[in-house]
Every structure is written in structure tokens, then in C-alpha cells.
């Protein structure tokens, strides 16, 4: 079983989207943990608000499944392949680790964002202080806690699961 974390973004009807990408990811992942909900200016570009969170779970599936479940689920919820890295969008799902692997293909894992952004920083030590960043050589907590970029605000935002 790999142990998995994947962030959940939107700046396009947000609410609704995030919980269409939960809705999706329940029966992949039954026993999965899910963040708080956060609230976030757009970054590298003007645009909405987002809504971001992350989701963790333990899973058999191969990391290429898994990341080819990920694409999908986001174009059956509208997203294009044609839309800008730095754009407003329906639904953004990043696989953020799988395990300790390190690699480039078929995703960059671990994800370079998870110690440059608040809004994946942030829910990731929410629910996994304790995981270990095998490039960073430490916990997430730890990240967070020494995490310095007072440009980045967010805000929890009230949100029930579906």
C-alpha cells in the first residue's frame, strides 16, 4: 500500500468543484482523510480566489493509474488541456507524494509547490505533521513551521464534506 496526498484546487464555481473532485475520490479511496478547506489569493496570475485542500490515502493502485484517474477526473469536470499552467480553472488535482518516491515521470513527485505554497503547505502538515519530505529531509510540520512567505495568505473557509 503506498500512502498518497493529493491537492484539490478551484477558482471557478469552487465549492462545487471541490466536492465533485471528493465525491469522485471517495470510492477510489473509502478510508481517506481529507483537510480543511482554504481559502487563497491566485498566484502567478490575477484571478478568483481559490478554494484548496488536500486529500490522503493509503492505495494499491499504480502510480501511472493513478495519475492518469487524476487527468481524468479533471477534464470530466471541466478542465482543458489547452488551459495555461497560471489560470483560473474548474478543478486542479496534483499528486503530491506517493510514498517517498522521487522522480520526474509520469508526475514530479514529490511535488515542487508543497514547500513554495501556503495553500498546499498548510493542509498537507494538517493532516500528515509527521511525514517525512524526502527531499527536504523533514516532517511536514516542520516545513510549515519554519514556512516564510508573508505574500501567501490564507484563510479556513466553513465547508462540510459531501
Avoid at 100 to 120: M, Y
Avoid at 134 to 156: D, G, H, I, M, S
Wanted: aromatic fraction near 12%; charge should be negative.
Amino acid at each position: 500500500m503506498a500512502q498518497i496526498f493529493i491537492s484539490l484546487g478551484s477558482n471557478v464555481n469552487k465549492e462545487h468543484y471541490i466536492r465533485q473532485a471528493l465525491k469522485t475520490l471517495k470510492p477510489y479511496f473509502p478510508d481517506s482523510v481529507h483537510s480543511s478547506v482554504y481559502e487563497s489569493e491566485a498566484v502567478g496570475f490575477a484571478g478568483n480566489n481559490f478554494y484548496n485542500s488536500v486529500l490522503g490515502a493509503n492505495t494499491d493502485m499504480p502510480l501511472p493509474e493513478l495519475c492518469t484517474l487524476l487527468k481524468q477526473i479533471e477534464l470530466d469536470n471541466g478542465r482543458t488541456r489547452e488551459d495555461k499552467k497560471f489560470s483560473p480553472r474548474t478543478l486542479d488535482l496534483d499528486l503530491l507524494f506517493y510514498d517517498d518516491i522521487i522522480c520526474d515521470s509520469p508526475a514530479q513527485l514529490p511535488r515542487d509547490e508543497i514547500t513554495k505554497n501556503a495553500f498546499v503547505l498548510k493542509p498537507l502538515a494538517e493532516i500528515a505533521p509527521d511525514f517525512f519530505h524526502p527531499v527536504a529531509k523533514q516532517t511536514l510540520a516542520e516545513l510549515w513551521k519554519n514556512y516564510n512567505n508573508p505574500q501567501q495568505k490564507l484563510w479556513k473557509v466553513e465547508f462540510t464534506n459531501p
